[in-house]
């Protein structure tokens, strides 16, 4: 009986402080607040294009784009960890991660936000679906994120590739900051995964459907009076 008692209290004692870092849904009055700032260096295989790329506002559902940081302690429960928000929605943060490493590489010339005015060849559909922290039966969680992409044409507003994008990176501990950590992994992951393969279908469609080259302006030829000689 003393062997059984050990591990189980051991199990009890884990249990209770994750536990203790959930909440409902009720707004703490003090919370710490945590940015994701991932920072994706290029890979060499990500090739170099000559178009632009407009990024749509990413769509998600109000669970998932939420300042509170959601955690699944089982199955289809939902929670909040207590104390602890985000500083930016969800879906912001990987908009600026997206944007940011696009810019960073150099091997795009412009990339913008929908509505800037640029003139895109391609546009970026995203839907985050996942954004949270995910115990899955395991004694530590994960941070679990699931966003599909759509790369668009928008000459023709056809798709031209779709992919959805899973990542899930285990927490070091149940405590928040680790959990942060792990999103941040986890968010750097899926967003070089993400700009490479926009990156090489946006090529790969390019090389096959060629843009039309602008029509060339008519050549006006100025009309020059001829003098009417006097009779």
Same mark, same amino acid.
């Given at each position: ?127 985050? *679906? ?86 060339? *302006? ?14």
């Amino acid at each position: 009986m003393k062997m059984i008692k050990l591990p189980l209290a051991a199990f009890l004692l884990l249990a209770l402080s994750a536990c203790a870092l959930l909440g409902g849904g009720g707004n703490d009055r003090r919370a710490t607040v945590y940015v994701l700032d991932p920072r994706v260096e290029a890979r060499p295989d990500w090739p170099n294009v000559d178009w632009q790329l407009a990024l749509g506002n990413a769509d998600a559902s109000r669970l998932t784009d939420s300042l509170r940081i959601a955690v699944r302690p089982a199955g289809h429960e939902m929670q909040v960890y207590k104390g602890a928000a985000w500083g930016k929605m969800p879906t912001d943060m990987v908009e600026d991660a997206i944007l940011r490493t696009m810019e960073d590489s150099g091997r795009i010339p412009a990339i913008a936000r929908q509505g800037s005015g640029i003139g895109a060849e391609y546009k970026l559909v995203l839907d985050l *679906r996942r954004f949270e922290s995910d115990y899955a039966g395991q004694p530590v969680p994960s941070a679990r994120i699931e966003l599909n992409a759509k790369l668009l044409h928008t000459r023709d507003q056809r798709v031209v590739a779709a992919r959805t994008f899973r990542q899930a990176v285990p927490a070091a501990s149940t405590a928040v900051v680790d959990v942060v950590d792990a999103f941040e992994q986890s968010l750097a992951t899926v967003t070089a995964e993400l700009v490479g393969w926009v990156l090489q279908s946006g090529a790969a469609h390019g090389h096959v459907h060629p843009e039309p080259a602008p029509a060339a *302006r008519p050549v006006v030829v100025p009309v020059v009076p001829v003098p009417v000689p006097a009779r």
